[in-house]
Antibody, heavy 113, light 113 residues
């Protein structure tokens, strides 16, 4: 059974940083493209970032480019999202997803003073 | 970026009756490989998104056959043949042909009359 478990969310002040993690199991992580998708309170789904299976290619939404960094550790089957210079508009539930086939339960990030 | 436009945004339905959601893209979603990367997701209240349909019309594993997808080019439709109580939630279309970014529709809220 595919399992994706996000962690690392929380309350952070504007300008602060957080690192999200997504622990994967039940599939061959090193073969899979991975994505982060976020959902603001009462809002729709927004794609944030993607990383190719071997980590050689990463892409970002314009709204997070230069502030967020996606990475992965295939030996640990874990996906990461380093978020810097956080803004109020980054407040959202952050989901990791394996090629949009399977999704985690999400981790909530709140940016507020 | 490809803009995905769903209609209606709210869909009250009667149990046992059919329902239909439209999704239009701002450009053709036919890929250079000949496939069309248009997915449909269901998000029940308080839950993570779930993949229902991929590549326009292929149902994901475990998805009831009352859900069907159709369309081509820029016009796509998700149909529920007979709505059940468990179908309440928000439905999103998403394109994966012209990336980055992967883009979602605004979402259609399905509720029981």
């Amino acid at each position: 059974e595919v399992r994706l478990v996000e962690s690392g969310g929380g309350l952070v002040q504007p300008g602060g940083s957080l690192r999200l993690s997504c622990a994967a199991s039940g599939f061959t992580f090193s073969d899979s493209w991975m994505h982060w998708v976020r959902q603001g309170p009462g809002k729709g789904l927004v794609w944030v970032s993607h990383i190719k299976n071997d980590g050689s290619v990463t892409t970002y939404a314009d709204s997070v480019k230069g502030r967020f960094t996606i990475s992965r550790d295939n030996a640990k089957s874990t996906l990461y999202l380093q978020m810097n210079s956080l803004r109020a508009e980054d407040t959202a539930m952050y989901y990791c997803t394996m090629s949009f086939d399977s999704w985690g339960q999400g981790t909530l990030v709140t940016v507020s003073s | 970026d490809v803009v995905m436009t769903q209609s209606p945004l709210s869909l009250p339905v009667t149990l046992g009756q059919p329902a239909s959601i439209s999704c239009r893209s701002s450009q053709s979603l036919v890929s250079s490989d000949g496939d069309t990367y248009l997915n449909w997701f269901q998000q029940r209240p308080g839950q993570s998104p779930r993949l229902l349909i991929y590549k326009v019309s292929s149902r994901d594993s475990g998805v009831p056959d009352r859900f069907s997808g159709s369309g081509s080019g820029t016009d796509f439709t998700l149909k529920i043949s007979r709505v059940e109580a468990e179908d309440v939630g928000v439905y999103y279309c998403m394109q994966g042909t012209h990336w980055p970014p992967w883009t979602f529709g605004q979402g259609t809220k399905v509720e029981i009359k």
